[in-house]
């Protein structure tokens, strides 16, 4: 547990990559199955931008409430280079929202 209270980058860094990968992979899971069961044509990939969210929400609360502001500033980092590659890799190249359906 002693983990999670460390005011380190490093820490940041991780909890930012582990918690933007979690968010991604439920909305990779989750999304086309809401989808299809409101009947609703296939998601856009805009909707991956949501992965961010959480990162944001724990970012501030590391440097607002904890005031652990190199871990903040780690989960920040991991943010802005997710959003930087959504933009770059994944804007430009998908047309359609990745789902397990065939």
């Not at 918690?19 to 856009?44: C, D, E, K």
């Not at 961010?52 to 943010?79: C, D, E, H, W």
């Amino acid at each position: 547990m002693s983990f999670w209270k460390n005011d380190n980058f490093f820490v940041g860094v991780t909890v930012g990559l582990i918690l933007t990968g979690v968010t991604v992979l439920l909305l990779v899971i989750i999304v086309p199955l809401i989808y299809q069961f409101a009947g609703l044509s296939n998601p856009s990939v805009k909707i991956l931008l949501l992965s961010v969210v959480p990162a944001i929400v724990l970012m501030r609360y590391y440097m607002r409430k904890l005031q652990f502001n190199r871990s903040g500033s780690g989960m920040l980092t991991v943010v802005f280079i997710s959003i930087i590659l959504y933009f770059a890799f994944i804007a430009s190249k998908m047309d359609q929202f990745p789902s397990f359906t065939y």
